[in-house]
């Protein structure tokens, strides 16, 4: 990536953070808090490349378990484990679409949460989260869909993410 696109990059990722860490929460409930950097990590496994895309998936996964307060190292597997998965495919897809990158960013969603209440289920013994996460499951798809339409509505989407 150019000094430019790194630098727009971090940018977007610390005011993300800082949204999501900060000011949604006092305004929204928890399952309706959308998860800003996932989208980023989706817009960048569609667009980036592999060698820049896999570790700045991992950064922003440890970077949502550290805000989160979950298990260190939860959401950084996921994140890497969906961007890889993600990146197989997109050499074969349209990764321009917007339609796409709606329904990338719904099913990564949904991934996300079926592996996460799986590395719980299989690493930890707390009575009642599966119920608690099947409860926010809907709410989470319907919200990181709402936020990926609106991403695609930026005049920028269209560009090619540059890499040198």
């Keep these: 990536m150019s000094r430019r696109t790194s630098l727009l ?15 949604l929460p006092v305004f929204i409930r ?4 959308p998860d ?18 896999a570790p700045l998936s991992w950064t922003l996964g440890l970077l949502d378990d550290v805000c989160s307060g979950l298990f260190l190292g939860l ?12 990146k197989s495919v997109s050499d074969r897809l349209y990764a321009d679409s917007a339609f796409l990158f709606v329904l990338t960013v719904v099913g990564v969603t949904f991934i996300n949460f079926t592996l996460n209440l799986l590395l719980i289920a299989l690493f930890t ?22 936020v990926a339409s609106l991403v695609t509505a930026f005049p920028g989407f269209d560009e090619k993410v540059a890499s040198a």
Excluded: H
């Design 30 to 33: 928890p399952s309706f808090k």
């Design 9 to 23: 990059l971090l940018c977007i990722v610390i005011v993300s953070i800082v949204v999501q860490v900060s000011l």
């Design 125 to 146: 013994s707390l009575p009642g989260i599966a119920y608690s996460m099947f409860s926010d499951l809907l709410p989470r798809l319907l919200v990181n869909a709402f």
């Design 75 to 86: 959401n950084a597997a996921t994140f890497l484990i969906s961007f890889l998965a993600i």
């Design 36 to 53: 800003l950097l996932l989208v980023i990590m989706v817009f960048i496994a569609l667009r980036g490349s592999f060698e820049s895309g």
